[in-house]
């Protein structure tokens, strides 16, 4: 049984930064894909960033570009997205999301919610003007 686990949302004034965290558990696959996606109340879920374990590539939506990172060091550790310079809209609920260890010949994953099999429960990232 895969769980996905986020954490470290919170509220922060424009400018500021978090980090959130997200901690997976019971995954079979040797390589995959993980992704933050966030939604907003009335709006249309967005992916934010993408990695791809077998490569270490990166992908991110042109919203966040240079100012989130998306990072996770080893199979034992932790998805991380750092989000610096937030804005207000910025605001939304955050997921993590992994997916079934699909083979992807360009040694990139990106940030399209079908492909996509596991979800956590979301965290909160309220930003502030």
């Known amino acids: 049984q895969v769980q996905l686990v986020e954490s470290g949302g919170g509220s922060v004034q424009a400018g500021g930064s978090l980090r959130l965290s997200c901690a997976a558990s019971?995954?079979?696959?040797?390589?995959?894909?993980m992704a933050w996606f966030r939604q907003a109340p009335g709006k249309e879920r967005e992916g934010v960033a993408a990695?791809?374990?077998?490569?270490?590539?990166?992908y991110y939506a042109d919203s966040v570009k240079g100012r989130f990172t998306i990072s996770k060091d080893n199979a034992n550790n932790p998805l991380y997205l750092e989000m610096n310079s937030l804005k207000p809209e910025d605001t939304a609920m955050y997921y993590c999301?992994?997916?079934?260890?699909?083979?992807?010949?360009?040694?990139?994953?990106?940030?399209?919610?079908?492909?996509?099999?596991?979800w956590g429960q979301g965290t909160q990232v309220t930003v502030s003007s």
């Open positions: 019971g995954y079979p696959y040797s390589w995959y894909c």
């Open positions: 990695i791809y374990t077998r490569t270490g590539n990166t």
């Open positions: 999301a992994a997916d079934a260890g699909l083979w992807r010949s360009d040694g990139y994953c990106y940030a399209l919610s079908r492909e996509f099999n596991w």
